[in-house]
Protein backbone atom coordinates (compact mmCIF):
# COMPACT_ATOMS: atom_id res chain seq x y z
CA UNK A 1 0.00 0.00 0.00
CA UNK A 2 2.52 2.51 0.60
CA UNK A 3 4.93 1.66 -2.28
CA UNK A 4 1.68 2.62 -4.62
CA UNK A 5 0.85 5.25 -2.49
CA UNK A 6 4.19 6.68 -3.55
CA UNK A 7 4.21 5.30 -6.92
CA UNK A 8 0.60 7.38 -7.51
CA UNK A 9 2.03 10.68 -6.03
CA UNK A 10 5.64 9.91 -7.52
CA UNK A 11 7.28 10.23 -3.70
CA UNK A 12 10.98 9.11 -3.40
CA UNK A 13 10.71 6.92 -0.46
CA UNK A 14 13.92 6.24 1.50
CA UNK A 15 14.17 3.93 4.48
CA UNK A 16 16.81 4.58 7.87
CA UNK A 17 17.82 1.96 10.05
CA UNK A 18 15.26 1.24 12.80
CA UNK A 19 16.53 2.10 16.23
CA UNK A 20 19.22 4.31 15.19
CA UNK A 21 17.93 8.35 14.67
CA UNK A 22 21.63 9.15 13.33
CA UNK A 23 20.24 7.61 10.23
CA UNK A 24 17.61 9.94 9.70
CA UNK A 25 18.79 13.13 11.28
CA UNK A 26 17.55 15.67 9.20
CA UNK A 27 13.91 14.54 9.87
CA UNK A 28 14.96 13.95 13.71
CA UNK A 29 16.22 17.52 13.77
CA UNK A 30 13.03 19.04 11.81
CA UNK A 31 10.77 16.96 14.66
CA UNK A 32 12.82 18.70 17.64
CA UNK A 33 12.26 21.76 16.33
CA UNK A 34 8.51 21.15 15.77
CA UNK A 35 8.12 20.20 18.98
CA UNK A 36 9.80 23.21 20.88
CA UNK A 37 7.78 25.18 18.85
CA UNK A 38 4.32 23.06 19.99
CA UNK A 39 5.79 22.91 23.71
CA UNK A 40 5.85 26.65 23.75
CA UNK A 41 2.59 27.05 21.98
CA UNK A 42 0.28 24.72 24.23
CA UNK A 43 -1.51 24.94 27.16
CA UNK A 44 -2.57 21.74 28.08
CA UNK A 45 -1.00 18.69 26.74
CA UNK A 46 -4.05 17.53 25.11
CA UNK A 47 -4.58 20.48 22.58
CA UNK A 48 -1.32 20.06 21.12
CA UNK A 49 -2.78 18.87 17.98
CA UNK A 50 -4.56 21.87 17.19
CA UNK A 51 -1.78 24.00 18.08
CA UNK A 52 0.08 21.47 15.56
CA UNK A 53 -1.04 23.57 11.86
CA UNK A 54 0.13 26.66 13.34
CA UNK A 55 3.84 25.65 14.49
CA UNK A 56 4.13 23.67 11.17
CA UNK A 57 3.36 27.32 9.45
CA UNK A 58 5.98 28.96 11.52
CA UNK A 59 8.53 26.10 10.92
CA UNK A 60 8.32 25.97 7.14
CA UNK A 61 7.91 29.92 7.03
CA UNK A 62 10.96 30.39 8.90
CA UNK A 63 14.79 30.55 6.84
CA UNK A 64 16.44 27.85 8.31
CA UNK A 65 20.14 27.75 9.10
CA UNK A 66 21.23 24.60 7.44
CA UNK A 67 19.83 25.89 3.77
CA UNK A 68 19.55 29.29 4.05
CA UNK A 69 16.11 29.34 2.67
CA UNK A 70 12.71 28.60 3.99
CA UNK A 71 11.15 24.95 3.41
CA UNK A 72 8.30 26.83 1.76
CA UNK A 73 10.47 28.84 -1.01
CA UNK A 74 12.16 25.30 -1.67
CA UNK A 75 8.84 23.81 -2.86
CA UNK A 76 6.60 26.14 -4.20
CA UNK A 77 9.45 28.56 -5.68
CA UNK A 78 8.30 31.99 -3.74
CA UNK A 79 7.72 33.19 -0.33
CA UNK A 80 4.58 32.12 1.38
CA UNK A 81 1.81 35.42 2.08
CA UNK A 82 1.83 35.83 5.84
CA UNK A 83 -1.99 36.08 7.45
CA UNK A 84 -0.68 39.49 8.42
CA UNK A 85 0.11 40.38 4.87
CA UNK A 86 -3.62 39.92 4.15
CA UNK A 87 -4.62 42.39 7.02
CA UNK A 88 -2.53 44.86 6.09
CA UNK A 89 -1.23 44.62 2.35
CA UNK A 90 2.90 44.74 2.16
CA UNK A 91 5.07 46.03 -0.68
CA UNK A 92 4.79 42.69 -2.12
CA UNK A 93 1.32 42.14 -2.03
CA UNK A 94 0.26 45.63 -3.74
CA UNK A 95 3.17 45.22 -6.54
CA UNK A 96 0.94 41.65 -7.34
CA UNK A 97 -2.53 42.93 -7.06
CA UNK A 98 -1.77 45.91 -10.00
CA UNK A 99 -0.28 43.25 -12.24
CA UNK A 100 -2.03 42.16 -14.97
CA UNK A 101 -3.04 38.33 -15.30
CA UNK A 102 -0.74 37.67 -17.96
CA UNK A 103 2.24 39.56 -16.02
CA UNK A 104 1.77 37.99 -12.85
CA UNK A 105 1.27 34.10 -15.20
CA UNK A 106 4.84 34.98 -16.52
CA UNK A 107 6.27 36.27 -13.18
CA UNK A 108 5.36 33.09 -11.57
CA UNK A 109 6.63 31.21 -14.87
CA UNK A 110 10.05 32.85 -14.06
CA UNK A 111 9.84 31.98 -10.35
CA UNK A 112 9.86 28.22 -11.11
CA UNK A 113 12.34 28.33 -13.81
CA UNK A 114 14.50 29.28 -11.14
CA UNK A 115 13.05 26.87 -8.34
CA UNK A 116 16.15 24.22 -9.35
CA UNK A 117 18.55 27.09 -9.02
CA UNK A 118 17.41 27.41 -5.62
CA UNK A 119 17.21 24.29 -4.55
CA UNK A 120 21.15 23.48 -5.97
CA UNK A 121 22.51 26.75 -4.21
CA UNK A 122 20.14 25.35 -0.49
CA UNK A 123 22.13 22.25 -0.75
CA UNK A 124 25.49 23.67 -1.48
CA UNK A 125 24.64 25.99 1.32
CA UNK A 126 23.93 22.97 3.29
CA UNK A 127 26.63 20.76 2.54
CA UNK A 128 29.14 23.90 3.89
CA UNK A 129 26.73 24.11 7.43
CA UNK A 130 27.61 20.46 7.74
CA UNK A 131 31.46 20.64 7.19
CA UNK A 132 31.22 23.25 9.91
CA UNK A 133 29.22 21.69 12.64
CA UNK A 134 31.36 18.80 11.77
CA UNK A 135 34.55 20.41 12.46
CA UNK A 136 33.27 21.95 16.17
CA UNK A 137 31.81 18.17 16.74
CA UNK A 138 35.45 17.00 16.19
CA UNK A 139 36.66 19.43 18.51
CA UNK A 140 34.78 17.98 21.51
CA UNK A 141 34.10 14.27 20.62
CA UNK A 142 36.28 11.59 22.39
CA UNK A 143 36.57 8.21 20.72
CA UNK A 144 35.58 5.41 22.01
CA UNK A 145 38.30 2.12 21.31
CA UNK A 146 37.44 -0.90 22.21
CA UNK A 147 39.49 -3.90 22.31
CA UNK A 148 39.73 -7.85 22.49
CA UNK A 149 38.83 -8.66 26.44
CA UNK A 150 37.43 -5.40 27.18
CA UNK A 151 34.02 -5.59 29.65
CA UNK A 152 31.02 -3.89 27.99
CA UNK A 153 27.26 -3.24 28.87
CA UNK A 154 25.11 -3.22 25.47
CA UNK A 155 21.74 -1.34 25.05
CA UNK A 156 18.81 -3.11 25.13
CA UNK A 157 17.31 -2.89 21.70
CA UNK A 158 14.42 -2.57 21.54
CA UNK A 159 12.94 -0.60 24.45
CA UNK A 160 11.31 -2.88 26.41
CA UNK A 161 7.49 -2.40 27.90
CA UNK A 162 8.37 -2.61 31.20
CA UNK A 163 5.55 -1.63 34.26
CA UNK A 164 8.61 0.24 35.63
CA UNK A 165 9.15 2.76 33.22
CA UNK A 166 12.10 4.81 33.51
CA UNK A 167 13.59 2.55 36.01
CA UNK A 168 13.41 -0.14 33.32
CA UNK A 169 17.25 -0.95 32.67
CA UNK A 170 18.65 0.75 29.52
CA UNK A 171 22.05 -2.06 29.65
CA UNK A 172 21.92 -5.21 30.26
CA UNK A 173 25.71 -7.54 30.75
CA UNK A 174 28.37 -7.29 31.66
CA UNK A 175 29.68 -9.22 28.26
CA UNK A 176 33.41 -9.50 26.58
CA UNK A 177 34.57 -8.31 23.71
CA UNK A 178 35.65 -11.21 21.56
CA UNK A 179 36.38 -9.42 18.10
CA UNK A 180 36.27 -5.81 16.62
CA UNK A 181 35.66 -5.34 13.12
CA UNK A 182 37.07 -2.48 11.47
CA UNK A 183 33.55 -0.67 10.37
CA UNK A 184 32.67 0.28 14.45
CA UNK A 185 30.73 -3.66 15.48
CA UNK A 186 31.30 -5.28 18.28
CA UNK A 187 31.22 -9.12 18.54
CA UNK A 188 29.93 -9.99 21.90
CA UNK A 189 30.28 -13.27 24.13
CA UNK A 190 28.84 -13.63 27.61
CA UNK A 191 30.57 -14.54 30.94
CA UNK A 192 29.25 -18.73 30.19
CA UNK A 193 31.68 -18.30 26.49
CA UNK A 194 28.33 -18.30 24.21
CA UNK A 195 28.71 -16.18 21.10
CA UNK A 196 26.31 -13.67 20.41
CA UNK A 197 24.62 -14.25 16.81
CA UNK A 198 25.42 -11.26 15.13
CA UNK A 199 27.96 -8.48 16.04
CA UNK A 200 26.62 -5.22 17.80
CA UNK A 201 27.33 -1.62 16.97
CA UNK A 202 29.63 0.01 18.78
CA UNK A 203 26.97 2.77 19.69
CA UNK A 204 25.03 0.42 21.29
CA UNK A 205 27.68 -0.55 23.92
CA UNK A 206 29.71 1.19 26.88
CA UNK A 207 32.52 0.03 28.43
CA UNK A 208 32.15 -1.49 31.48
CA UNK A 209 34.79 -3.27 33.70
CA UNK A 210 39.10 -2.76 32.87
CA UNK A 211 40.82 -5.92 31.00
CA UNK A 212 41.93 -6.96 34.82
CA UNK A 213 38.33 -7.61 36.49
CA UNK A 214 37.71 -9.22 32.72
CA UNK A 215 40.31 -12.39 33.34
CA UNK A 216 39.34 -12.56 36.71
CA UNK A 217 35.50 -12.44 36.07
CA UNK A 218 36.43 -15.41 33.30
CA UNK A 219 37.87 -17.45 35.68
CA UNK A 220 35.26 -17.02 38.27
CA UNK A 221 33.00 -18.55 35.22
CA UNK A 222 35.20 -21.22 34.85
CA UNK A 223 35.14 -21.80 38.47
CA UNK A 224 31.48 -21.57 39.23
CA UNK A 225 29.99 -25.07 38.78
CA UNK A 226 32.90 -26.20 41.51
CA UNK A 227 32.59 -23.54 43.59
CA UNK A 228 36.57 -23.77 44.03
CA UNK A 229 39.16 -21.56 43.75
CA UNK A 230 41.71 -22.51 41.28
CA UNK A 231 45.58 -22.16 42.57
CA UNK A 232 48.23 -20.97 40.56
CA UNK A 233 48.97 -24.37 38.29
CA UNK A 234 45.27 -24.88 37.90
CA UNK A 235 44.92 -20.70 36.28
CA UNK A 236 47.96 -21.50 34.38
CA UNK A 237 46.48 -24.54 32.92
CA UNK A 238 43.26 -23.22 31.60
CA UNK A 239 44.69 -20.36 30.38
CA UNK A 240 46.76 -22.39 27.92
CA UNK A 241 43.73 -24.35 27.29
CA UNK A 242 42.20 -21.11 26.35
CA UNK A 243 44.03 -19.88 24.39
CA UNK A 244 44.11 -23.14 21.96
CA UNK A 245 40.96 -21.32 20.72
CA UNK A 246 42.34 -19.13 17.71
CA UNK A 247 39.70 -16.20 18.13
CA UNK A 248 39.93 -16.01 22.05
CA UNK A 249 43.58 -16.00 22.32
CA UNK A 250 43.66 -12.09 23.42
CA UNK A 251 40.57 -13.07 26.03
CA UNK A 252 42.71 -15.91 27.73
CA UNK A 253 46.10 -14.07 27.27
CA UNK A 254 46.11 -13.26 31.23
CA UNK A 255 49.30 -11.80 32.29
CA UNK A 256 51.63 -12.97 35.02
CA UNK A 257 50.55 -9.61 37.28
CA UNK A 258 46.85 -10.82 36.86
CA UNK A 259 47.48 -13.97 37.85
CA UNK A 260 48.72 -12.61 40.81
CA UNK A 261 46.16 -10.60 41.43
CA UNK A 262 43.67 -13.69 40.80
CA UNK A 263 45.14 -16.00 42.88
CA UNK A 264 44.58 -13.51 45.48
CA UNK A 265 40.76 -12.94 45.00
CA UNK A 266 38.56 -14.29 47.24
CA UNK A 267 35.50 -16.11 45.57
CA UNK A 268 32.37 -15.25 47.43
CA UNK A 269 30.89 -18.97 49.11
CA UNK A 270 26.91 -19.05 49.65
Given at each position: MMAELCREF???????????????????????????IVQ?????????????????????TSVRTSTGATPFSLVYGMEAVLPVEVQIPSLRVLMDVKLQEAEWVRTRYEELSLIEE?????????????????????????????????????????????RRGKW??????????????????????????????SPVNADAAKEGLKRTTASSMIVCALVKASWIMPGRDQLESSCSEGRKHGESEDIWGVTELELDEITGFTLPLG
Open positions: KIEHHNSSPYRPKMNGAVEAANKNIKKKMVVTYKDWHEMLPFALHGYRKRLAAICHGQLYQQRMKRAFDKKVRPRVYHVGDMVLKRILPPQNDTPNYEGPFVVKKVFSGGALLLMTMDGEDFP
